[in-house]
């Protein structure tokens, strides 16, 4: 990570829904970052009240960060400004306390699904579209909110992004193969996951369509005119704990050889490097050369769980080629992506009132 921004102070931010998985895993993020530091938590009512560490069941490798263990969990309405607002919130309760927190002036990061589709709402990957956040600008609160993408989406985006700028992508078919922690605390029952395969994910053929065309679409005076991209999408739950895995098969708007697909991978960069985003990856797309991979076990912590891992490129007889591409979950598809968006927004000047 780079150091605190010069001049600054670290911001103070309150982590919504901070005792579930995504929570957990923006408040170990959040325990050393150089920008942001985590001021607050909140949580349901069966927890308000408790200190966090007696409060949430801790479900990570690393240890619960000790200054976070002894915050006092709040609820979920705001009653005190913070600039910064983390929403790890379930999307039942998401949408009005992410308003009430807009309204009260924060800015506010969300991984729920509440507001990404809203026309005055800014879906970024901060690599492919960082001037969708002008929007924001647009909302008619004091403060804003900014949506994080579907984990599946974030990954996915990251791998076609380059093949859209360079060759123009005129329809795909997506297969995914999704973790067990994207189902979040306490998740799949283990009868149904172990020895199993789930060929069904709420919403998530629906969202893999709608924000993908989205986030490459064009922002204009009325807000983003989505891509015109033709993109079926088949999703499943797999025994795997963390890596959401895709089979990807696209047809693109002209005849492109190998070396062409993965240079346009190995050569993009996204954000301009003088940002120097504290959680961007140093390459956002990794292609891996092994026949076998990328494999979840094995790669999903590369680019510090930043980065989609692309593997298997080869024609497709049906659509032109296809390849797999795996990215991390809860880190890249959503605690690491919320940060790197909220470090995106500080830099274009969003927490400066």
Partial sequence: MSSTRPGRERTPCIVLGATGSVGQRLVALLAEHPWFELAAVSASDRSRGRSYGEACSWSLPTPMPRAAAQLTVGGIEPVEEWPLVFSALGSEVAGPAEEAWARSGALVVSNASSHRMRADVPLVVPEINPGHLALARRQPTRGAILANPNCSTIGLSLTLAPLWLAFGIERLHVVTMQALSGAGIPGVPALSALDNLVPFIPGEEEKLPRETAKILGTLTAEGVRPASLSLSAQCNRVAVLDGHTACVSLALGREVGADE??????????????????????????????????????????????AAVVGRLRPCPVLGWR??????????????????LAELAASRGLLEG
Avoid: I, K
């Fill in 261 to 306: 697909l993965r240079a346009a991978w190995e050569g993009f960069r996204g954000c301009p490097s003088e940002l120097a985003l504290p959680s961007a990856p140093p390459a956002p797309v990794l292609y891996l050369e092994e026949e076998d991979a990328p494999q979840p076990r094995l790669h999903r912590e590369l680019g510090g769980g930043m």
């Fill in 323 to 340: 390849y797999v591409t795996l990215s991390h979950n809860t880190l890249r598809g959503a605690a690491g992506g919320a940060l790197l």
